[in-house]
């Protein structure tokens, strides 16, 4: 069993800050990457930032030099920083880890989501 555990949404006014952390936790013995999707009401689910268990971290263009991905793979553990919040970045924030089990092959293990409201 694979649990993954999000916390830290809320509702702020712009240029304010929030912070997510994620922690999974169960049989994974090998995680790939760790990271943050968002769904807005009536749009798809897009990548916002991740992080490989190399280092490797990847942001989507709009939140460049304001959200900062940290991943503790000791911990197990990722964190999102979000500054300068915007009404566009309101969304239902999915955690989401790629692992695999003992012989297993890798898979996809999301959180059940946290949402963010950004308003004046």
């Known amino acids: 069993q694979v649990h993954v555990a999000e916390s830290g949404g809320g509702w702020v006014q712009p240029g304010e800050s929030l912070r997510l952390s994620c922690v999974v936790s169960?049989?994974?013995?090998?995680?790939?990457?760790m990271g943050w999707y968002r769904q807005a009401p009536g749009s798809q689910r897009e990548p916002v930032a991740t992080v490989s268990s190399g280092g490797f971290i990847n942001y989507r263009d709009s939140v460049k030099g304001r959200f900062t991905i940290i991943g503790d793979n000791a911990k197990n553990r990722v964190t999102l920083q979000m500054d300068n919040l915007q009404p566009d970045d309101t969304a239902v924030y999915y955690c989401n880890v790629v692992g695999s089990k003992t012989g297993g092959l890798p898979t996809n293990y999301w959180g059940q989501g946290t949402q963010v409201n950004v308003s004046s």
């Open positions: 169960g049989a994974l013995t090998t995680i790939y990457t």
